[in-house]
């Protein structure tokens, strides 16, 4: 029975109902970026925008919840999900911060 929810678990990936549907949206955001500086073809470059999207992620997260250990939380849920599942998230995560781009250029372009 042990051994049947432990592969369970390991096929479904981590269970991230003990928060909130926000927040663990953007920990699946935030660890897709962690997963994708840690693939060894991508460039210093890419490693950097990467990291600078997780530093926004985790900045939601933490705005929301400052007390929990978010990165501990995401280190978790990156090693107990399976790899093809943590990238199912990159459509979504990755138009949130397209999306969330243009709004900083947007008002950095505006008329004073």
Same mark, same amino acid.
């Given at each position: 029975? +042990?051994?049947?929810?432990?592969?369970? $678990?390991?096929?479904?990936?981590?269970?991230?109902?003990?928060?909130?549907?926000?927040?663990?949206?953007? &920990?699946?955001?935030?660890?897709?970026?962690?997963?994708? +500086?840690?693939?060894?073809?991508?460039?210093?470059?890419?490693?950097?925008?990467?990291?600078?999207?997780?530093?926004?992620?985790?900045?939601? &997260?933490?705005?929301?919840?400052?007390? %929990?250990?978010?990165?501990?939380?995401?280190?978790?849920? $990156?090693?107990?999900?399976?790899?093809?599942?943590? %990238?199912?998230?990159?459509?979504?995560?990755?138009?949130?911060? +397209?999306?969330?781009?243009?709004?900083?250029? $947007?008002?950095?372009?505006?008329?004073?």
């Amino acid at each position: 029975m +042990i051994v049947a929810a432990m592969m369970a $678990t390991a096929l479904l990936g981590a269970d991230l109902s003990d928060m909130p549907a926000a927040s663990a949206a953007d &920990l699946q955001c935030m660890g897709l970026l962690a997963v994708a +500086i840690d693939d060894p073809a991508a460039s210093d470059a890419l490693k950097q925008q990467y990291t600078g999207g997780m530093m926004y992620y985790l900045g939601r &997260l933490e705005g929301r919840d400052p007390a %929990r250990n978010w990165i501990g939380r995401m280190l978790e849920y $990156t090693d107990s999900t399976p790899v093809q599942q943590v %990238r199912s998230h990159s459509q979504r995560c990755g138009q949130e911060l +397209i999306a969330k781009g243009q709004e900083i250029f $947007t008002q950095l372009d505006r008329e004073p």
